[in-house]
């Protein structure tokens, strides 16, 4: 595409906040002047300075947003298929954590690989992403648990940026479990290892956002408090995974720090609810890790929605507990799971997923926008969480470009 082009299309789902049916248009025109998008609305009323640009027809298909994953673990080492095995035998996923599986597995394998073994690995997930519309990943660290394995996470997603078209967002998640060598002694491990490591991961300006998991098997919210209060003097947004597995007021601490999102929330209650909906939260679905788990308590949709609280969803994709990286089947899991509607979950997937990551310039197709756009073969939105196994992509476009 050129660097000013107009692109027709039967349909535009603009996802616009407050507009009705997906902000959807009949026989729309969208003009893209370099990244960014300069004109959009109704193919008869472009304006004549348009006109002469360059012009590109998609004919009887549907425009979106070009879709984000606001929640993975998508740079790893290893696989844990025989964990998988083990749950399908009845081990319950805090039974493995315990027994030294789980994130821990992951950890020494990722400390055993190279740069460059970990950023072919997690290419072949990305690409995946890709085909189905993705233009903006959130990647998280948290499987190294030491000072050279987190900083190496971080440079390979940096690089993942760099070597595909697509827009990555970092999270540093050293508090994500407490190694081998402090067991017993999460506190020291905080301020041995995760603190230093992420000055030093800010300093090297590989971190966008700050993470914790707040859960019984890996930190308390007192402990989150300290990597929080680091991550605030730093500069740096927080977000956390709460409420996945119990209920320790994790949402609540994430809304007292401003939190982006409140990741899982599986066993959110409405004081919960009501914290987060008061702090602007984003609410983060994660329904691979939900269907893996084999859980059977679902998130609060509808306090969620009772309360205006922006939902959004993504894929978790990771070794264990979400080996997801179809953000098209996590859409269908969640309506399926959660009882989402299509249009809930395009939006979560778009507008409410790039509020979930701080981004304000993607997520909906309108003026001053990145023009991040996918176009498919379908007749309506619903058709994208419909089908299962299916992917009707026709066109990703990045930055302006096809």
């Not at 648990?145 to 050293?174: H, N, P, W, Y």
């Not at 993607?362 to 498919?376: N, P, S």
Request: hydrophobic letters at 45%.
């Amino acid at each position: 595409m050129a660097a000013q082009s107009v692109l027709f299309c039967s349909q535009v789902a603009t996802m616009m906040p407050g507009s009705e049916s997906y902000g959807l248009g009949r026989d729309m025109a969208v003009a893209v002047e370099g990244e960014r998008i300069a004109w959009v609305g109704p193919k008869l009323t472009l304006p004549q300075q348009y006109k002469a640009w360059p012009s590109t027809d998609f004919g009887d298909r549907l425009m979106t947003p070009a879709l984000i994953d606001a929640h993975t673990h998508i740079v790893f080492g290893g696989n844990r298929a025989a964990e998988f095995e083990m749950r399908l035998n009845g081990a319950s996923y805090e039974q493995i954590a315990r027994a030294g599986g789980g994130i821990l597995s992951t950890v020494t394998a990722t400390r055993q690989a190279s740069e460059a073994e970990l950023l072919t690995d997690a290419l072949t997930r990305v690409d995946a992403l890709m085909a189905e519309g993705v233009a903006c990943i959130e990647i998280k660290s948290g499987y190294g648990l030491d000072t050279e394995t987190e900083l190496k996470m971080l440079r390979v997603a940096r690089q993942i940026g760099q070597a595909r078209r697509v827009r990555v967002r970092t999270s540093f998640l050293g508090a994500h479990a407490v190694p081998p060598d402090y067991a017993g002694r999460p506190d020291d491990y905080l301020y041995d290892v995760c603190l230093p490591t992420l000055r030093a991961a800010q300093a090297e300006g590989l971190v966008d956002a700050v993470d914790g998991f707040c859960e019984g098997i890996a930190f308390s919210p007192d402990q989150i408090t300290v990597v929080f209060d680091e991550a605030k003097h730093l500069g740096l947004p927080v977000k956390l995974h709460a409420e996945q597995l119990s209920n320790l007021g994790g949402a609540k601490l994430a809304a007292r720090y401003g939190a982006l999102s409140a990741d899982h929330i599986e066993y959110l209650d409405a004081d919960g609810v009501s914290a987060i909906a008061e702090a602007g939260t984003v609410a983060v679905l994660l329904p691979g890790a939900f269907y893996t788990l084999r859980e059977t308590q679902a998130p609060p949709v509808q306090m969620l929605r009772d309360s205006h609280v922006p939902i959004a969803l993504a894929t978790d994709c990771n070794p264990g507990s979400s080996p997801l990286a179809s953000i098209l089947l996590t859409m269908n899991m969640t309506c399926t799971l959660f009882r989402l509607t299509p249009e809930e979950v395009l939006a979560g997937v778009t507008r409410n997923a790039a509020r979930a990551l701080g981004l304000r310039d993607t997520g909906t197709i309108a003026v001053g926008q990145r023009a991040d756009l996918a176009v498919w073969d379908v007749q309506h939105p619903a058709e994208l969480p419909y089908r299962i196994g299916f992917n009707p992509l026709h066109t990703r476009i990045f930055g302006g470009q096809a």
